[in-house]
């Protein structure tokens, strides 16, 4: 390897370079989304021993309500982290997010439930999750901003991680429920077990934090003269690329919610075996982190666009029958064949969304357009998403009728890739 890099000293220099900087980046992306869904994973037990209902379903309404009620918090953390962070820099902005993350993280593993303490349960829960909202409301735009502009040459492939981690944490989250499911009897799941992968996160923040603080800031970043109000000039001179880019966002949120959902809703819809379901998540995730890299890398020749136009329409054309084919056959074997495909489409439709939406906003207001076209697209239709999912069934008595959202994602998101491709002129 000493040769290697003796010979090599700007290709190894610059290899390294991009190892440490998707590490860094990215980990904070991997706690956030760990604990978003493992939070949903654990949506019936929670509802259960922190929002208790006579009616089993409005427990579970309250519950994905007050799960959407905290998604609001991250425009609020993205207005003022993302402005943060085209003032004082990308690194610094990580790290502030990830303390803030591991703290309303180990709120939520620690407090105690409604039957010990009564109504203080639910707030100390909806508290730690508003905490969390806040600070994932700039760890996105920050991490995307230092990733995108490490090497532009390659902004496909590096800013493609941040999907890559998504899927890595789905599948670790998922992978935890399954085996707790399998292992532990319901009344030890209910007691302690549903605490662990939240216990885990926390440890793990720490470990985040340090390897952080040894990440340099962005060349680009450090090169440029920041501009004194990022947000208010983005907000005032670029509301067409804020719009791009939050309609961009919403396929990616609503598929990627439908994936962590699914679990929940296929064990109280169709009565599929709960460790089945578990495993079929671990699927959609462990798909979307093999091809993202792939497909990242892919993009820095053909653009970012055309795979994300064909995983629009597929999904379009086939929301429907996937939903009709669990419904005929409620078996292991169609449920990870649905979450598979599920991970492709989202792998082409997600991976090269990081560099675009990149690409849509000027550097000195990067971090500011990314963190508030993100969340925006997030709150809104990631944030309400397994409420609208789980309120859909219930009202119309469908159970197809979860489709209709995600085929609506996929009509507004094509019309967002026509948009930044003739008003924006990216490919």
Avoid at 58 to 68: E, K, N, R, V, Y
């Amino acid at each position: 390897m000493a040769d290697v890099a003796i010979a090599f000293p700007d290709k190894y220099e610059r290899a390294t370079s991009a190892r440490s900087t998707i590490i860094a980046a990215t980990l904070g992306n991997v706690f956030e989304c760990f604990d978003l869904y493992i939070y949903g994973i654990m949506a019936a037990t929670i509802a259960r021993l922190y929002f208790p209902s006579a009616n089993e379903t409005a427990s579970m309404l309250l519950f994905l309500g007050t799960f959407g009620i905290t998604f609001c918090m991250r425009p609020l953390g993205a207005i003022y982290l993302g402005n943060l962070g085209d003032k004082i820099g990308r690194k610094k902005v990580m790290s502030l997010s990830l303390i803030l993350m591991t703290i309303g993280m180990l709120i939520i593993a620690l407090v105690p439930t409604y039957a010990k303490i009564g109504l203080a349960a639910p707030v100390l829960i909806v508290a730690g999750r508003a905490l969390q909202g806040f600070s994932a409301g700039g760890e996105f735009g920050s991490a995307t901003a230092l990733l995108a502009e490490h090497n532009p040459d390659r902004r496909g492939f590096i800013a493609s991680w941040q999907t890559a981690t998504q899927g890595l944490a789905m599948m670790s989250a998922s992978a935890f429920g399954a085996f707790l499911t399998w292992s532990l009897s319901p009344e030890q799941f209910d007691i302690w077990g549903w605490r662990l992968p939240f216990i885990f996160g926390a440890l793990l923040g720490p470990v985040g934090v340090y390897i952080r603080r040894a990440t340099g800031e962005s060349a680009e970043f450090s090169a440029m003269s920041p501009v004194k109000q990022p947000m208010l000039e983005m907000i005032r001179l670029e509301k067409t690329r804020v719009l791009i880019a939050a309609c961009l966002i919403i396929l990616a949120t609503i598929t990627i919610w439908m994936s962590v959902f699914m679990p929940t809703y296929a064990v109280r819809q169709f009565k599929v075996d709960a460790t089945a379901a578990f495993i079929g998540t671990v699927v959609t995730g462990g798909v979307i982190f093999i091809l993202s890299p792939f497909i990242g890398m892919l993009s820095d020749f053909i653009g970012r666009t055309p795979t994300m136009i064909i995983s629009a329409a597929a999904t379009l054309v086939l929301a429907h029958p996937a939903f009709a084919a669990l419904q005929h056959s409620p078996t292991f074997a169609t449920l990870v064949t649905i979450q598979f495909v599920l991970g492709v489409f989202i792998a082409l439709y997600f991976a090269p969304l990081p560099a675009l939406m990149a690409e849509i906003f000027p550097a000195p207001m990067r971090t500011s357009g990314l963190s508030l076209s993100y969340n925006l697209g997030v709150t809104v239709f990631g944030g309400f998403a397994p409420f609208v999912l789980t309120g859909l069934g219930a009202a119309t008595g469908d159970p197809l009728s979860p489709s209709y959202y995600v085929i609506f994602g996929a009509v507004i998101s094509g019309l967002a890739i026509w948009g930044a491709r003739s008003r924006l002129a990216l490919r």
